[in-house]
């Protein structure tokens, strides 16, 4: 059985057996390839390998076209489960590790995957600019490539049956919409639990100061603190002073800074300095280890608030054409009433369009609020049949 060293199917997904799973797909030049073409000779392959239930596919290997990127493969199974769960592995990581609050909802039919059934996303929201951001999708793929390609296996009951398919990609952009969510006028600010380094010392020393037993203390705290899992790190050089230093590892964004200077060594303690607030606070070597874990844990939650809080506050309710036009200018996010109708989705388009470009639906929530009876579509004025986020969008 191939299975990829670079993808790994996530613990809370229960893998069924599997004897086959789709092979990588290598380009042979920098030239891009249409994901459409791809998943055309996918399915082409997979329609002469599956046989039978524990033949169905569910691991596969990204590969990299033109610019360095993860290409969206399909897979097929018996049913179409898997596309939540993927989304919900989507959401886990921009919200749980990146700190990145994402509305979990589906696509509009003019949005959605082209030949697809459905496609879910996961939208984040960028308050400085005022636009939504597609952070994932995962698409259902149905049964349309099924049937074009003849994909059928032997299900459980000894039946022939059409696989469903789904496909699913998490690019690089997931690394910028985490940097346009949190960084600031000083740099990146990188959530503790993706930050290559979590913990960067600087010894504080000057003409008169203790620089050897300084910098043995800085040494044996990187120690200490990587003995017990945490990434940090000590800038020892001697061509900048203290607080170009800070400067510098700020704008890389490390979540936490630790200062050590006469004072500090004399006391038997340290100088925690927070990135996300620039909080400072004084720990007692005795308890730098519990004491730092629960710092680096409280930027990781406030990171997240701080930017759901943001994102909370740009969201508008609208129901009314001339509502939503003033919310579109002020570049909010938008919630309103729509009648999931193509032509109005396109007229809204039309009638927005501008220098700062045309506003689209980013997804209809899974989570829906009320729609009370007799509700109208903001643009059309016919039956309301959801609530739709609209905005500018990158």
Not at 14 to 19: A, K, N, Q, T
Not at 93 to 107: H, R
Not at 342 to 368: I, N, Y
């Amino acid at each position: 059985m191939f299975k990829s060293s670079l993808f790994e199917i996530p613990e809370f997904i229960d893998e069924e057996p599997i004897s086959h799973a789709v092979p990588p797909i290598v380009a042979g030049s920098t030239l891009g390839m249409d994901v459409g073409v791809v998943i055309s000779c996918v399915n082409f392959s997979i329609g002469h390998w599956l046989r039978v239930t524990t033949e169905l596919t569910k691991l596969a290997r990204g590969c990299v076209l033109g610019r360095p990127r993860p290409l969206p493969l399909p897979f097929a199974m018996a049913d179409t489960g898997v596309v939540l769960e993927i989304l919900e592995l989507y959401r886990h990581i921009y919200e749980e590790f990146l700190a990145v609050p994402v509305s979990k909802g589906k696509k509009s039919e003019l949005e959605k995957f082209a030949g697809g059934l459905y496609t879910t996303t996961v939208e984040a929201f960028i308050p400085n600019t005022g636009r939504g951001i597609q952070g994932a999708t995962s698409h259902c793929l149905g049964q349309n490539f099924a049937k074009m390609f003849e994909i059928n296996f032997e299900n459980e009951k000894g039946e022939k049956a059409m696989v469903w398919q789904n496909c699913w990609g998490f690019t690089t952009r997931t690394i910028g919409v985490m940097i346009m969510v949190h960084g600031d006028d000083k740099g990146l600010v990188l959530p503790p639990k993706v930050a290559a380094t979590q913990v960067i010392l600087i010894p504080v020393t000057y003409k008169d100061a203790n620089t050897q037993g300084i910098f043995d203390a800085c040494a044996a705290t990187v120690k200490n603190l990587k003995e017990s899992g945490i990434r940090a790190e000590a800038d020892y050089r001697d061509n900048y002073s203290p607080g170009w230093k800070y400067s510098h590892w700020e704008m890389k964004g490390v979540p936490l800074r630790i200062e050590i200077g006469p004072k500090d060594l004399a006391n038997n303690q340290v100088r925690a300095v927070r990135r996300d607030n620039g909080a400072k606070t004084d720990i007692p070597v005795a308890n730098l280890v519990e004491e730092v874990n629960n710092v680096l844990a409280s930027i990781q939650q406030n990171l997240f608030d701080v930017a759901k809080q943001k994102r909370d506050a740009c969201v508008q309710v609208v129901k009314t054409w001339d509502e939503f036009a003033e919310a579109i200018s002020q570049k909010k996010l938008i919630l309103a009433p729509w009648c999931d109708e193509e032509d109005v989705e396109k007229d809204v388009k039309a009638r927005t369009k501008g220098e700062m470009g045309a506003a689209k639906t980013l997804c209809s929530p899974f989570d829906q609020p009320e729609l009370p009876e007799g509700t109208l579509c903001f643009a059309s004025g016919k039956p309301a049949k959801k609530w739709t986020y609209w905005g500018r969008s990158y």
